[in-house]
C-alpha cells in the first residue's frame, strides 16, 4: 500500500512539473493565435515545444531530487523547516570534521 501511494504521490508531482512548461508555452501560443490566425502553426510548434521542455524538466527532477522531495523543498518555509536535509547536514558535518583533523595534522608537523 506504502508502495502505490508513493508512486501516486510522485506522479502528481511529475505532472505538475510537466504541465507548468506547457501551459506557460500554450498560453503564449494562444495569444499569438489571437493576434494572427494565420500563425496557428507557430502556435503549435509552441505548445510543442512546452511539451518536451515538460517532459524533460519532470525527469531531471525525478531523476536527480525525486519529485515530491524537491517541491518539498521548493515549498518549505525556512521558519520552519531547516533548510538542508538530514543527510547533507550530516555531510556538511564530515567535510568540517575532515578540514578540522587536516589543520590539526598540519600543525602537528
Known amino acids: 500500500m506504502k508502495k502505490i501511494l508513493s508512486f501516486f504521490i510522485e506522479a502528481v508531482f511529475w505532472v505538475q512539473f510537466f504541465i507548468t512548461p506547457l501551459i506557460v508555452c500554450a498560453l503564449i501560443g494562444v495569444f499569438i493565435y489571437i493576434k494572427n490566425e494565420r500563425l496557428l502553426w507557430l502556435s503549435i510548434t509552441l505548445t510543442s ?3 518536451i521542455g515538460g517532459v524533460i524538466y519532470a525527469e531531471r527532477v525525478r531523476r536527480r531530487h525525486g519529485t515530491s522531495r524537491y517541491a518539498a523543498r521548493i515549498s518549505a518555509t525556512s521558519d520552519i523547516w531547516p533548510d538542508q536535509y538530514p543527510e547533507e547536514i550530516e555531510a556538511r558535518e564530515k567535510r568540517a570534521r ?9 600543525k602537528t608537523r
Open 49 to 51: 515545444l512546452g511539451a
Open 98 to 106: 575532515n578540514e578540522r583533523s587536516k589543520k590539526e595534522r598540519k
